[in-house]
């Protein structure tokens, strides 16, 4: 047993990363400390396992611990601004920025939540009951930000949500050709910003794509395939929209 809980637990740099933005949003209530370091371990376990939370193990803490603990964080906003500082780092040169979506299955006992499923991302696609994931990565394919709609969400749509002000501004924006709109061609430019997007066959007017740099979207894409190792983002599991975005 401790050589498998080993494998699932944070090393001392990891958790020094961490650790700063927790007690950034921590409340003090009065209660005996939490030991935070293994309660974030427990929600990296479920989010790499697909487990449900009553089957975290017991070396984790209570279960019910650990997911009220997951959820106040949720609440603070401590996933943003872990992602916010990451972004605002400086740490990746933010010149190339890649855009994509994924659809991915929902399990059957995700739905059911209050105020019905299209309010939860989730909605109904060719894959069936699903949600989709708009993801904005950096040149290292590393995230920016994510959006979760509804399964059957257009891009336009997506990439509207996922290209914050507050992010910084590209000067190169490689994506496929579920993007290519007026709209989003000519927000980007105004902003200084080249798409990079191939036509759709239905496109009348004919628009070149620099091919050199549009071979550069696969990191978008390598990260998807990156996070779908955690089983709560290749399907999923989750009632409500709010549990799912930690990913």
């Not at 794509?209 to 998807?224: A, G, I, K, P, T």
Request: aromatic share 8%; proline share 5%.
């Amino acid at each position: 047993m401790e050589t498998r809980l080993a494998r699932d637990l944070m090393s001392d740099g990891e958790w020094a990363f961490f650790e700063r933005f927790i007690l950034a949003v921590r409340a003090p209530n009065g209660r005996k400390a939490t030991n935070h370091r293994l309660v974030l371990d427990g929600i990296f376990w479920i989010a790499r396992t697909g487990a449900p939370w009553r089957d975290l193990p017991g070396e984790f803490g209570k279960w019910s611990s650990v997911y009220r603990q997951f959820r106040r964080w949720t609440l603070a906003g401590l996933w943003e601004d872990i992602m916010d500082a990451l972004n605002q780092s400086g740490a990746v040169p933010s010149a190339l920025q890649m855009i994509d979506s994924t659809v991915i299955c929902a399990h059957h006992q995700a739905a059911g939540a209050k105020r019905g499923t299209p309010r939860q991302g989730f909605g109904r696609s060719r894959g069936g009951f699903t949600t989709k994931i708009h993801l904005l990565v950096n040149a290292h394919g590393l995230p920016m930000r994510t959006e979760i709609t509804p399964g059957q969400t257009s891009d336009y749509l997506g990439f509207d949500l996922v290209m914050a002000d507050n992010l910084p501004r590209p000067s190169v924006l490689p994506a496929d050709r579920g993007y290519d709109a007026d709209k989003i061609r000519e927000g980007m430019e105004a902003r200084n910003v080249l798409p990079v997007i191939p036509m759709r066959k239905s496109r009348k007017k004919r628009i070149g794509v620099d091919r050199s740099l549009y071979r550069l979207r696969n990191l978008v894409e390598r990260c998807f395939n990156k996070l779908k190792n955690a089983r709560r983002v290749a399907t999923r599991y989750d009632k409500t929209m709010m549990s799912q975005l930690m990913v």
